[in-house]
Structure formats: structure tokens, C-alpha cells
């Protein structure tokens, strides 16, 4: 059974930034890629950030482009999300996600954490 554990989560001010990490049960290196979404209250999820392997190719959403960085370590098994200058709007449940199958669409995954919170106050 695959798991994947997000820490890092919590509040934080506007201008801020925090460090999101998502821990794997197994080695990443075997996954195509590994990505992080969110879901805001009452919105649909959002596509963030993913990050490829081998090859360490990255995607943004466009909102969050310049901002926030997605890096992962196959050593370490895990997927960071280095997010700055947080604003209200990022605001949301975010959620790690990983793909063994090898979808060419960068916002497809069949595996799923149980999300961290992150607020960002005004």
C-alpha cells in the first residue's frame, strides 16, 4: 500500500512563506512524476506544481508561477514545495500526489496524500 504524509502546513501572514514536504512509503524513483495540488473551500482542486523523473522536469500552475518551487529527493523519498510570498488566496488544503503509470498529462496521478492545511491571514 502506498502512502504519502504532507507536513509542513499552517498559518502564516501575507508575504510569507513556508516549506511543504510529502513523505513516500516507497522509492520515488520508480514514479513518473510527483505533484502537489490544493483545494480552497467551496473551489474545484488546482493543479500547482509537478516534478518528473528521471530528468527533474517541472510544471507551474499559472498562479502560483514565480513563487513557489517543487523539488524532490529520491534518496530521501519525498517532494518539497518551497511556496513565497504566500498570499490569501493560497489559502487551501494541499495535497501531494504521485504517478506509477507514466501519464503523459502532468496533472494525472493515481496516488494521493491526505493533505495539510495552509492559511494565509491578511
Known amino acids: 500500500q502506498v502512502q504519502l504524509v504532507e507536513s509542513g502546513g499552517g498559518l502564516v501572514q501575507a508575504g510569507g512563506s513556508l516549506r511543504l514536504s510529502c513523505a513516500a512509503s516507497?522509492?520515488?524513483?520508480?514514479?513518473?512524476?510527483m505533484g502537489w495540488f490544493r483545494q480552497a473551500p467551496g473551489k474545484e482542486r488546482e493543479f500547482i506544481a509537478a516534478?518528473?523523473?528521471?530528468?527533474?522536469?517541472?510544471w507551474y500552475g499559472d498562479s502560483v508561477k514565480g513563487r513557489f518551487t517543487i523539488s524532490r529527493d529520491n534518496v530521501k523519498n519525498t517532494v518539497s514545495l518551497q511556496m513565497n510570498n504566500l498570499q490569501p488566496e493560497d489559502t487551501a488544503v494541499y495535497y501531494c500526489?504521485?504517478?506509477?503509470?507514466?501519464?503523459?498529462?502532468?496533472?494525472?496521478?493515481?496516488?494521493w496524500g491526505q493533505g495539510t492545511q495552509v492559511t494565509v491571514s491578511s
Open positions: 500526489a504521485a504517478d506509477s503509470r507514466g501519464s503523459v498529462d502532468s496533472q494525472t496521478y493515481n496516488y
Open positions: 516507497q522509492r520515488t524513483s520508480n514514479w513518473y512524476k
Open positions: 516534478v518528473s523523473s528521471p530528468g527533474g522536469v517541472t
